[in-house]
């Protein structure tokens, strides 16, 4: 084995990729789980390589199921992809099932992956989540925040809102402490918030954040199967609405699990 | 003394079995104690012989008070099953009186037993469960989860039911986790899970899950404490729904202590 | 200083008593504060001399403030009474302000105090506590649970009951640790749980504790302060039954806090 | 970089200041924000200097936002002031975003505090907060807690009211600890606590606590703004009276985040 399993967090390699300066990106569960949707499809469109596991007794004690009965740990990834045309930079992408439980497990997995992302010379950060509203959202912006005003600047050129007071409780999570503790590493970096409702996992929203994230990158990608789940979610939540309408109680309760 | 007891987990031998190849089952506290109910009616059986107790200071900080007065440490103990026949293997047991309270702990111990698991070479793992349906269940199927696809297959083969999407949030505690990290350090591994309402303990769910498993040990037993208890648990709670038909509001409060 | 300040429980001692066998005498806040009333009552009248200072992590990190404004962190202390007569033996208290926070706590205390004793000698332990019934108690008899069936016949012989089946849920806390973690060390102990309420500090079921423990002890005390403490609380207790009787909804609210 | 990162508390120096004697003054987050808001004033009106961030894996997981976009990783900091007259002391301050999240992580940030202000010879600890009483306060007194007799006499002296049985819960938090675990070190201190409701943000109260502590310290500052912030809570909290009156049901919700 390749790894250290009393450890608190223990990484397998499948493989050790070659990065040029990559730029890291990441993806994991949190508001609407726009983050973990926008980063997956983007791996998904990109062909990007698998290469390590990682585990932690930081994430719930659990084992997933596949659809052909075989059983996976709970685990975070991380993918490559290497630049194929020259105005593209190596990526380096975090997604997972699941962030740390504790303060401390998300402070510790945070302060984990900066490190393998120095090994990779990693300098830039892009953080990826949902911005809940807490109502329907018609057309989804996308908020920022970022590591310097000159980053700031950068990406309102590029679409960004950046609005005052805005998000007011600070970003929690690993969207949040992978650009602080970056900070402190001298990495910069940006968070990317889609607005959501926040009731349910947002397609239309990850889209957004795509749609400038993409731009930023210089990759261009379609973003069908995006839409077919944002459709499917309509389809659900207007049959609530209607539900709603009618007074009944119960709510389709697939509604949780798109995505 | 044979164990550090500054350790946050000790274990104290009293023997230390020569076994070949051994098997590992796993029967804990869980959703209607179905897997512990299994293990220790297998153990009573089999007449395994007990050689470990496992202290930790991620179970509850209590003692138990047997009918004698006499206080024992909350414990998970390991038994072992010397094959008696040429086509049985020696077995491995692992009871208690509860899992890790927390994740860290979940994961520190399952880490902990594989290890011992590994000393007595080890490369094949049977938890068991229950698989809470939340509703009342007239015959109980035994679903299964594993760590390959030919052991579904195999499983399969055996009786045991393998159904898209379940269990659909994954199999959490010491059943998933001996899974997930034995599969990290190369063993093989079935979770059965007797369907049970959830609601109390039931034997026989645990009956369901020894009649597949002991046809794939090739050992023979009888289940008769087992019907015992589902009889009485049978008897509760029919007087259970003449009380809820009657709308008083009481309820038989030793329901959920047999077993 | 005579304390390392960043371990997680760290001792500060005034003095390094010349003990002579001495039994271990734990008396720490639990149900009705029994445990603690009782040891602080003995210690009173023994006048037993207190030698060190117990600080942990594990307490909550919280300073008491002192009628006469000085502060000072929680903490738990040790005592000693060197016997007076030749049928005495020499007594070793632990009692104080909390127990530890979370049950790692609660391990790691019990076994540090475990450590102190065998430093001491100690090879037998009472540890003394409330077992709280939800409803008012006349006569306060004493439960009883011990290491091995040797005690609990002695205790038995001494007035203590042993009941089948009770405590049902076993001895949670420092109680139940300091005996079963002391077993592993080949200490002898004993619990003894004085019937209360639970709904207020109970200061006759300290004193029914106590009239058995000086027994088995020899030592001779008077118990007045438990007496009119005892009286208060009857006295607030007969003034919250009134208040009940008239529908009242408020409480006493001091009625905690006596003790 | 200036700190290692995988500590459970991590510093980042900007400056290492000279100081004489300095006594340290903490004002973090509590019951109506009064510490915070009496030593960030006083701070401000000295034009104390910033020469130390604390980062800690016992903070929440989270980066703020500024006004610009910017993030920051949560922290406390550290300031001094250097006396600029005879009569007066250097200060040490110890401010920040949040205190500890457990209470492991209070005694751990606790003690590496006491021990920086160790390194800067600190002998004197004031710690500031608000007590809350859960009513509307029309003059807030300033009551008090020390660590020895001669300092609550002193204290006395110069108006802090010392009362029989407050607060009766003890003092808990880091202005409890920075006491408790100092006195331990054979450091004094007093803590100051401004009366208020408990309910919102005090600019009253921590002015009633710095009228008092500017005296003992010999400095001389103005509250310009600390009466334009208690100005506009008196303009919320009658409104709130005026809306209640009406028995509507919503409340200003800019109410808590004020100063």
């Given at each position: 084995m390749e790894f250290e399993i009393m450890e608190k967090i223990f990484i397998e390699y499948s493989s050790e990729p070659d990065l040029n300066d990559p730029i890291l990106i990441e993806g994991l569960p949190g508001v609407g789980n726009v983050g973990k949707l926008a980063a997956e499809h983007l791996i998904d469109k990109l062909d990007a390589v698998k290469f390590a596991d990682i585990y932690s007794?930081?994430?719930?004690p659990q084992v997933l199921v596949g659809n052909d009965g075989v059983v996976r740990l709970v685990s975070n990834e991380l993918y490559y992809y290497k630049a194929k045309e020259s105005e593209q930079r190596d990526l380096l992408f975090l997604v997972g099932?699941?962030?740390?439980?504790t303060p401390e497990g998300q402070y510790e997995i945070s302060i984990k992956i900066l490190e393998i992302a120095e090994k990779f010379n990693v300098k830039k950060i892009f953080t990826l989540g949902g911005y809940g509203l807490g109502r329907m959202v018609e057309t989804a912006r996308v908020l920022g925040a970022a590591t310097s005003a000159e980053l700031v600047k950068e990406m309102k050129d590029h679409g960004v809102v950046f609005q005052e007071?805005?998000?007011?409780?600070g970003i929690v999570g690993a969207s949040g402490l992978l650009l602080g503790i970056g900070q402190l590493k001298d990495m910069e970096g940006v968070c990317l918030m889609g607005e959501t409702s926040g009731y349910f996992v947002d397609p239309k929203s990850a889209q957004a954040v795509l749609e400038i994230l993409t731009k930023i990158l210089k990759v261009d990608i379609d973003f069908k199967e995006l839409e077919t789940k944002a459709s499917q979610i309509d389809k659900i939540t207007s049959q609530l609405r209607d539900i709603e309408a009618k007074g009944?109680?119960?709510?389709?309760?697939?509604l949780h699990y798109i995505g």
């Open positions: 007794k930081f994430f719930p099932d699941y962030q740390g439980l007071g805005e998000p007011g409780s009944a109680e119960t709510t389709p309760d697939d």
